[in-house]
């Protein structure tokens, strides 16, 4: 796949007020630039996040009137269900709430829905079915239930009111429970995932109740359910900036000490030990959080992040592993299959939307094989399997298309849908499919620009070898964690030469290992699966990613490779 190279223009007088203000150095300072951080005080809480710099969680919208109702139940002794979704944003959520709430005297429950069954939220049928298992006066809607008015109507004609806490576009005609906690109903950030709005709805209820001086709300701490907070912030994929950046900071390094059982046994099965990173969270702790809900019920990640006895976690972690195995192999068999039907009819002129659905399609992987077809073609992608009369897929989208949105204009074709505007969901009847490729490609043709269908190569700033010293390295990783809309620093290294032949490495030989330079200082950089591609030979520019590599008790600096193109005069000042 070929990317359009995007580099920065230099901002020298601006780089030099970051760089007096804060004592970092230029390459630091660009990168801060790059990520709309101009304002020193701005750029300064960036580099050092704190917990106190979470705004007042009665800032978000209704947020007052879902603690009242709730504090209410309390002193009524009224049972409280709490309703979560599947995914790790969720099952955290529900985990969270839950021992909050345990701990702080409310009688709770807690109801998972089916996605086989009962399909995506608070649907009509995952309603009635909570509401017969059970039964309560008080629901609590936790990532999900924000266009659920239907449901919710018919909970309020059976004795139960609702409060719902979800982050998910709320659409034109939002539902009407108790309280609709939903930031994007409001001008607070509304980048929230779920976990961290339960967390907030914590917040605000411990503030709420000290006020009132409750028995034991003044010495409860909510420092230790940031590990939960933080599976589900990273796994969610939302922007790892202001508030969300806070919670992902404090709680991975809470998920390196965390004593929680579950976790304790997620990690060992997952063979996460120390430190934690966002890579970990996304690529080996929520996978196997996600698989239960994927193949089976969530039921089983719930009971892994509730569990109080090590032998009872270990044993949910290792069921869950093995869920997560058997996901993976599904999932590389679906991914393998849609790309090839795609590739056998795509037109890059006029496909700017991929939608592909088959019968045999496993529903709990859709969405992962969307994400790996759109990263093969870069178009916003639908993945659609087989259910019965109405089939359930999974979109992602790429910068600039809004998903959800653009399914609203196909409401008419749609059974139902939702999500937000880098990841839906939808269930259509199978004969509909046809359209709705069609609908969605008319509305994406009027809304994506041709170049936008070529990924993209950010590119914060430009440097030499010499300039990237371990130092200069262990500065930039102040910016981390590094996620969506935080990306790790990606730079552009110009006027190269190989220092001797490239070496392909690898049990199939499909990476390669550089050793390059520039004539003044040289570095290993490691370009991974890159197969039979060329490699860069006589000058050239690079970008990559640098990083800190230890061996045998040695550290230097080791650069990723993310593409190359033969050498241009100027590169070093930022000219594309």
Request: some cysteine; proline content about 7%.
């Amino acid at each position: 796949m070929r990317f359009r190279w995007d580099p920065l223009p230099p901002r020298p007088l601006e780089s030099r007020v970051i760089q007096q203000a804060l004592g970092v150095r230029e390459i630091t300072a660009a990168c801060l630039l790059a990520r709309g951080l101009g304002d020193p005080g701005e750029a300064s809480a960036f580099l050092a996040p704190r917990l106190k710099d979470l705004a007042d969680p009665f800032r978000l919208p209704n947020m007052q009137g879902a603690v009242q109702r709730l504090l209410d139940a309390r002193v009524r002794g009224e049972h409280v269900t709490l309703f979560g979704d599947y995914d790790v944003d969720g099952v955290t959520s529900l985990a969270l709430l839950t021992r909050v709430l345990t701990d702080l005297g409310w009688s709770v429950g807690h109801y998972l829905p089916d996605r086989f069954k009962e399909g995506y939220g608070l649907t009509m049928d995952a309603a009635r079915n909570c509401h017969a298992m059970r039964p309560a006066p008080l629901l609590v809607a936790v990532d999900c239930g924000s266009t659920a008015r239907e449901p919710i109507r018919w909970l309020g004609s059976q004795g139960v009111e609702a409060i719902v806490v979800d982050h998910h576009q709320p659409g034109d005609t939002p539902a009407e429970p108790v309280a609709l906690v939903n930031p994007q109903l409001g001008l607070h950030d509304h980048e929230l995932c779920s976990a961290g709005l339960a967390f907030k709805l914590a917040h605000a209820l411990l503030k709420e109740g000290r006020r009132q001086q409750l028995p034991g709300f003044d010495a409860y701490d909510l420092r230790p359910l940031l590990d939960l907070v933080a599976l589900g912030t990273v796994a969610d994929l939302v922007p790892l900036v202001r508030e969300n950046r806070i919670l992902a900071s404090m709680g991975l390094q809470r998920l390196a000490t965390s004593e929680r059982p579950g976790v304790v046994a997620l990690k060992e099965v997952a063979g996460v030990v120390d430190q934690v990173r966002v890579e970990h969270v996304g690529f080996q702790l929520g996978p196997r959080l996600n698989a239960a809900g994927r193949l089976d019920s969530a039921r089983r990640a719930l009971d892994l992040l509730l569990a109080t006895e090590p032998g009872d976690a270990r044993a949910l972690a290792e069921e869950l592993d093995l869920h997560n195995r058997e996901r993976q192999a599904i999932e590389r068999t679906m991914a393998d299959d849609a790309i090839a039907m795609v590739r056998s009819r795509f037109n890059p002129e006029h496909d700017y939307v991929i939608v592909e659905g088959h019968l045999l399609w496993h529903v709990g992987v859709v969405g992962i094989v969307a994400s790996r077809v759109l990263r093969e073609f870069h178009r916003p992608t639908l993945i659609i399997g087989g259910d019965g009369e109405g089939w359930r897929g999974s979109g992602r989208s790429i910068p600039g298309f809004d998903l959800a949105a653009a399914l609203r204009e196909c409401d008419d074709l749609l059974m139902k849908h939702g999500g937000h505007a880098m990841a839906a969901g939808v269930t259509v009847a199978p004969d509909r499919v046809d359209a709705l490729r069609e609908r969605l490609n008319r509305i994406a043709r009027a809304a994506i620009a041709p170049d936008q269908l070529v990924p993209g190569l950010r590119i914060d700033a430009s440097a030499t070898l010499a300039s990237l010293d371990i130092a200069a390295v262990e500065e930039l990783g102040r910016l981390e964690p590094f996620g969506q809309g935080n990306p790790p620093v990606q730079v552009l290294l110009p006027s190269l030469r190989n220092a001797r032949p490239p070496q392909k490495i690898g049990k199939e030989q499909q990476h390669w290992r550089l050793s390059v330079t520039d004539g003044r200082a040289t570095a290993d950089c490691l370009w991974w699966n890159a197969g039979d591609k060329p490699v860069p030979h006589a000058d050239f520019d690079l970008v990559a990613v640098p990083s800190i590599n230890e061996f045998n008790g040695r550290r230097s600096v080791q650069f990723k490779l993310l593409d190359w193109r033969p050498a241009r005069p100027g590169a070093i000042e930022g000219t594309p």
